[in-house]
């Protein structure tokens, strides 16, 4: 039975070899959505050099904030005007004033729930596992290691020629990450 290989990880030192190498692995042909980074902290410049693509947030948050407060206006208008008006003191049953603070209440509420899902979703996240867990290289990306990951997806991979690619890179190691 042979392995398949989710792709190859390669590990830098510092940011500016990280930057580099994904400049240069981006302009060897593989293609961004095949090509990952990770940083302990954030590097200025990276999402660029990896081809950052269009983020979904806003507009999941604007559908959120819309529906959210449209809804909770239509639900309080029904219930207080058609469904059960109740006459208190001669006002009239729809006061609209009343009703806009929990509107607006409402409306940040599913923005934020639809954008923290948005997040959760573009990002593949809660991910139990993954991968490159199994490497004990990739252990040091939260401290003080950068690594490139060229996945195995990619149409221009071949394993023997993106590992000398890769060694062109003067990485410390790159290491072939085994799929689950």
Known sequence: ?????????????????????????????YFASCVEAYSPYPVEGLDQALGARHHWVPFWMLIGAIGGGTFTYWLEWYSAAVNYPINVGGRPT??????????VEMTILCAVLLGV????????????????FESHEFERATSDRFFVLVRGDDPH????ATQRFLETLSPLSVVEVAEE
């Open 157 to 160: 991979f071949d394993p023997l």
């Open 94 to 103: 729809f006061s609209w004033p009343a009703f806009i603070p929990p509107a």
């Open 117 to 132: 899902g948005a997040v959760l979703f573009g990002a593949r996240l809660p991910r139990v596992c993954h991968s490159l």
């Open 1 to 29: 039975m042979s392995v398949r290989l989710h792709g190859l990880l390669a590990e830098f030192a510092d940011d500016r070899q990280l930057l580099e190498a994904v400049r240069r692995t981006r302009d060897a042909g």
